[in-house]
Nanobody, 125 residues
Framework: VQLQASGGGLVQAGGSLRLSCAWTGRTFSGAVMGWFRRAKGKERVFVAGIRGSSTSTYYADSVKGRFTISRDNAKNTMYLQMNSLRPEDTAVYFC???????????????????WGQGTLVTVSS
């Protein structure tokens, strides 16, 4: 079971990045998945979540209107499109998945059973 996050990098404020999270080893097509981030010296926090069918998404207030979560189950990949990036978005971004029987989007880190390794996003001012 593996989640692999990628797509991080250095971008200027106002720019865009798209993160990807690919999964292997088992199917997460029906699982609730999410993105979290951890800024330096801070706790890991919820960014966005999506249900397996993509019918429902949820965002942290800090990214609402700027970030879009999506998934392509045929490609075993989830995405986070990040626009209008700000220096305060600088963090390591993690993708995560809930157990298949858990059908609701949760903002709690402890509710996610599977985690990717993280990808660093740095936004310069």
């Amino acid at each position: 079971v593996q989640l692999q996050a990628s797509g991080g990098g250095l971008v200027q404020a106002g720019g865009s990045l798209r993160l990807s999270c690919a999964w292997t080893g088992r199917t997460f097509s029906g699982a609730v998945m999410g993105w979290f981030r951890r800024a330096k010296g801070k706790e890991r926090v919820f960014v966005a979540g999506i249900r397996g069918s993509s019918t429902s998404t949820y965002y942290a207030d800090s990214v609402k209107g700027r970030f879009t979560i999506s998934r392509d189950n045929a490609k075993n990949t989830m995405y986070l499109q990040m626009n209008s990036l700000r220096p305060e978005d600088t963090a390591v971004y993690f993708c995560a998945a809930r157990e298949l029987r858990r059908l609701t989007i949760s903002t709690a880190e402890s509710d996610y059973a599977y985690w990717g390794q993280g990808t660093l996003v740095t936004v310069s001012s």
